[in-house]
């Protein structure tokens, strides 16, 4: 529903304007005018400094919040750790062992939290990216070195901002103009671990313009970086207005003759990012305007100092103080302290964009536990996975079975045992990929229950019945496997006579179905609950049904909660356990 019109603060403003300012200051206007043009040139110098005095500080509040960002990154423990142990890696295996490492899971989630933030990478104390996967490190790696930052190791202020450069995307080919952000990351101790460094786009000048009337500009060298509106690369505003150079190396107003126009040129330096920021005004339009007014008249000057005076206080304390309380609440924010919210007292646009501000700050405090307890269990299941892999005293006894192949002279058979030994641990690693075909899962599903078999000849059996259609599909790597385990140790051994494993896999509206049954003893009721329980806990137990649970959560994590999971059993009967997940397509990297 659309809000009453008059609650607009900007209706607001513009009553307030027409009734103690723009009545009186027209009124005055009319009657008075300027006497000294030098004097009006001198207030339009002071006025167009103050405006990039606020500028200015526009920018600079805008790094702070860079400036924040980048300090959470390097005080983030997941980041240091990876620090740590990349540098420890790198005193063994030397620097190039950084080129194999990956950076986007621990940074990833801070790029998107401003606009202007392109990419965030890491860097060693000797100025080594650690872990680039995202962009076109020849590029960095010029621009990065202990020669061009020796300013950095021999700063001490806490943040280091260095000059433009070009980045490269190595996925789009896209090439940005920016400025890096410095954040050294240290440890307890205060030891350098080394550095988060955040690379801004400077188009974010172009979107601080835009809020400006005068024309502005940002300049670093000779070349423009920042203007509200759209310009060619690299243009040159020198040759353009022709000037000198001298004239911008300090904070100042001149007047440029033109043929056209003479221009008022008023500069500010920024030294925190070495640029310059120019506002060119025209001076026929200031000396135009002086002459469309009338003489001054002392009582209509008084007044309009003291009603402006009296206006400039009213609507500063009135109008301004619930963007005060907002801007207090935004600092903080950036401080770190999330739980703090804005409490309007205004229907306007300050107070609606306090409420989309606590939004937003429940939606960042929402999501920062779900990734925590997303990381949280995923750490849980991945160190489960490399529990629940293939035990030590699974190679164990089958190199024992070997062994007693040979002393028996069944040198075919020991060879063949061998090779589906081989076989099945080649694709078990898989390049340290997660993520295998089907066909590679069914291969090593095979090699494992025949090496199973030779070993259980007197009481195992088994049968695999699986669709060729399945074959492209993935599948996390040794998914089957702790079910075949569990049904061997936990079924068919229990009984007096053999028994028959057999593992089926088809496809169905778009899901994989694969089926795991055996003749063995059976699953209870009441550990079929257990089961259950088991896999809707949050908590980790490998010492309680460590097969099924961990494959269905590892299953879920890959999947996004999509797997379904049945066990139809019939105690000292039969168990056959049905696994269904979405059906997505194989690529081979």
Same mark, same amino acid.
């Given at each position: 529903?659309?809000?009453?019109?008059?609650?607009?603060?900007?209706?607001?403003?513009?009553?307030?304007?027409?009734?103690?300012?723009?009545?009186?200051?027209?009124?005055?206007?009319?009657?008075?005018?300027?006497?000294?043009?030098?004097?009006?040139?001198?207030?339009?110098?002071?006025?167009?400094?103050?405006?990039?005095?606020?500028?200015?500080?526009?920018?600079?509040?805008?790094?702070?919040?860079?400036?924040?960002?980048?300090?959470?990154?390097?005080?983030?423990?997941?980041?240091?750790?990876?620090?740590?142990? #990349?540098?420890?890696?790198?005193?063994?295996?030397?620097? !190039?062992?950084?080129?194999?490492?990956?950076?986007?899971?621990?940074?990833?989630?801070?790029?998107?939290?401003?606009?202007?933030?392109?990419?965030?990478?890491?860097?060693?104390?000797?100025?080594?990216?650690?872990? !680039?996967? +995202?962009?076109?490190?020849?590029?960095?790696?010029?621009?990065? +070195?202990?020669?061009?930052?020796?300013?950095?190791?021999?700063?001490?202020?806490?943040?280091?901002?260095?000059?433009?450069?070009?980045?490269?995307?190595?996925?789009?080919?896209?090439?940005?103009?920016?400025?890096?952000?410095?954040?050294?990351?240290?440890?307890?101790?205060?030891?350098?671990?080394?550095?988060?460094?955040?690379?801004?786009?400077?188009?974010?000048?172009?979107?601080?313009?835009?809020?400006?009337?005068?024309?502005?500009?940002?300049?670093?060298?000779?070349?423009?970086?920042?203007?509200?509106?759209?310009?060619?690369?690299?243009?040159?505003?020198?040759?353009?207005?022709?000037?000198?150079?001298?004239?911008?190396?300090?904070?100042?107003?001149?007047?440029?003759?033109?043929?056209?126009? #003479?221009?008022?040129?008023?500069?500010?330096?920024?030294?925190?990012?070495?640029?310059?920021?120019?506002?060119?005004?025209?001076?026929?339009?200031?000396?135009?305007?002086?002459?469309?007014?009338?003489?001054?008249?002392?009582?209509?000057?008084?007044?309009?100092?003291?009603?402006?005076?009296? =206006?400039?206080?009213?609507?500063?304390?009135?109008?301004?103080?619930?963007?005060?309380?907002?801007?207090?609440?935004?600092?903080?924010?950036?401080?770190?302290?999330?739980?703090?919210?804005?409490?309007?007292?205004?229907?306007?646009?300050?107070?609606?964009?306090?409420?989309?501000?606590?939004?937003?700050?429940?939606?960042?405090?929402?999501?920062?536990?779900?990734?925590?307890?997303?990381?949280?269990?995923?750490?849980?299941?991945?160190?489960?996975?490399?529990?629940?892999?293939?035990?030590?005293?699974?190679?164990?006894?089958?190199?024992?079975?070997?062994? #007693?192949?040979?002393?028996?002279?069944?040198?075919?058979?020991?060879?063949?045992?061998?090779?589906?030994?081989? #076989?099945?641990?080649?694709?078990?690693?898989?390049?340290?990929?997660?993520?295998?075909?089907?066909?590679? !899962?069914?291969?090593?599903?095979?090699?494992?229950?025949?090496?199973?078999?030779?070993?259980?000849?007197?009481?195992?059996?088994?049968?695999?019945?699986?669709?060729?259609?399945?074959?492209?599909?993935?599948?996390?790597?040794?998914?089957?496997?702790?079910?075949?385990?569990?049904?061997?140790?936990?079924?068919?051994?229990?009984?007096?006579?053999?028994?028959?494993?057999?593992?089926?896999?088809?496809?169905?509206?778009?899901?994989?179905?694969?089926?795991?049954?055996?003749?063995?003893?059976?699953?209870?009721?009441?550990?079929?609950?257990?089961?259950?329980?088991?896999?809707?806990?949050?908590?980790?137990?490998?010492?309680?049904?460590?097969?099924?649970?961990? =494959?269905?959560?590892?299953?879920?994590?890959?999947?996004?909660?999509?797997?379904?999971?049945?066990?139809?059993?019939?105690?000292?009967?039969?168990?056959?356990?049905?696994?269904?997940?979405?059906?997505?397509?194989?690529?081979?990297?």
């Amino acid at each position: 529903m659309k809000k009453p019109y008059i609650h607009s603060i900007s209706i607001k403003y513009f009553i307030a304007a027409i009734l103690l300012i723009v009545l009186p200051i027209c009124a005055f206007f009319l009657i008075a005018r300027a006497s000294n043009l030098n004097t009006s040139l001198e207030q339009k110098r002071t006025s167009d400094l103050n405006t990039l005095n606020t500028f200015s500080s526009n920018v600079t509040t805008y790094m702070e919040s860079v400036q924040a960002v980048g300090s959470l990154a390097a005080s983030n423990s997941s980041v240091q750790d990876f620090l740590l142990s #990349s540098i420890e890696q790198a005193n063994k295996e030397g620097k !190039e062992s950084y080129k194999d490492m990956d950076n986007r899971p621990y940074l990833s989630s801070y790029t998107p939290v401003m606009d202007s933030i392109l990419a965030i990478s890491l860097m060693d104390p000797d100025f080594f990216f650690i872990g !680039e996967q +995202n962009l076109e490190l020849n590029r960095l790696t010029y621009f990065f +070195n202990a020669t061009t930052q020796r300013e950095v190791t021999e700063s001490e202020e806490e943040f280091y901002w260095t000059k433009t450069f070009s980045i490269e995307f190595l996925d789009t080919g896209s090439v940005y103009k920016v400025f890096s952000l410095l954040v050294p990351s240290l440890d307890d101790n205060g030891n350098l671990l080394g550095y988060v460094v955040v690379f801004v786009d400077t188009t974010f000048f172009n979107s601080l313009l835009l809020s400006y009337a005068d024309k502005i500009y940002v300049i670093e060298g000779s070349y423009i970086i920042g203007y509200k509106e759209t310009l060619p690369p690299n243009t040159n505003l020198f040759s353009e207005m022709q000037i000198n150079y001298s004239l911008l190396l300090e904070d100042s107003s001149v007047i440029v003759q033109n043929p056209d126009d #003479s221009l008022i040129i008023t500069t500010r330096k920024f030294s925190p990012l070495d640029i310059q920021f120019l506002l060119v005004s025209s001076y026929r339009d200031l000396v135009d305007h002086l002459s469309t007014t009338y003489p001054p008249l002392t009582t209509f000057v008084v007044y309009g100092i003291v009603l402006a005076v009296l =206006v400039a206080f009213v609507i500063s304390k009135f109008q301004t103080k619930h963007i005060v309380l907002l801007k207090n609440v935004m600092n903080r924010m950036k401080e770190g302290n999330l739980s703090i919210r804005f409490h309007p007292q205004t229907k306007d646009e300050i107070a609606e964009l306090g409420l989309t501000f606590n939004s937003l700050l429940d939606r960042i405090q929402e999501l920062m536990e779900e990734q925590k307890q997303h990381q949280k269990i995923k750490r849980k299941m991945e160190l489960q996975m490399i529990q629940e892999q293939i035990k030590p005293h699974f190679l164990y006894n089958v190199l024992e079975m070997i062994n #007693s192949m040979i002393r028996c002279n069944m040198t075919q058979e020991a060879l063949a045992t061998v090779e589906s030994l081989a #076989s099945f641990y080649r694709i078990s690693l898989s390049q340290g990929s997660d993520i295998i075909s089907m066909s590679q !899962e069914i291969q090593l599903l095979e090699n494992y229950l025949s090496l199973q078999k030779k070993r259980y000849i007197e009481f195992m059996d088994y049968v695999l019945a699986f669709s060729p259609s399945i074959s492209k599909y993935t599948i996390p790597k040794l998914t089957l496997q702790p079910l075949i385990e569990n049904s061997i140790y936990h079924g068919i051994k229990e009984k007096d006579t053999k028994g028959t494993i057999c593992v089926s896999g088809y496809i169905e509206n778009g899901q994989v179905i694969i089926e795991v049954y055996d003749d063995g003893v059976g699953i209870s009721p009441e550990k079929q609950k257990e089961i259950f329980q088991s896999i809707a806990s949050e908590k980790s137990e490998p010492e309680n049904h460590f097969g099924l649970a961990s =494959v269905v959560k590892r299953m879920n994590i890959h999947y996004n909660n999509q797997v379904t999971f049945r066990i139809d059993s019939e105690p000292g009967s039969y168990t056959c356990i049905i696994l269904s997940f979405p059906a997505r397509e194989y690529e081979d990297e």
